[in-house]
């Protein structure tokens, strides 16, 4: 881990940003007290691809019953 006071990370600021693409942690201070860390972000290699759906796959896996659709007596007070 490497410390850079921030009035001289400003002058070397593409040499840092170099260091931390190389694996570096860079830690900005600011009187002699560290406030930021520069680290590169991960690079994703690829989008990664999601698998297609396909229609029916599901076929047999799911019923619903025959009275489905008809009102709960519970809500009987409710539907006057």
Known sequence: MQEVEIEEAKVNLADLVEAALNGDEIVLKRDNQPVVKLVAIPQVVGPKEKPRRKAG????????????????????PYMR
């Open 57 to 76: 796959s599901l076929k047999g896996q799911i019923w619903m019953s025959d009275d489905f659709d008809e009102p709960l007596e519970d809500f009987d």
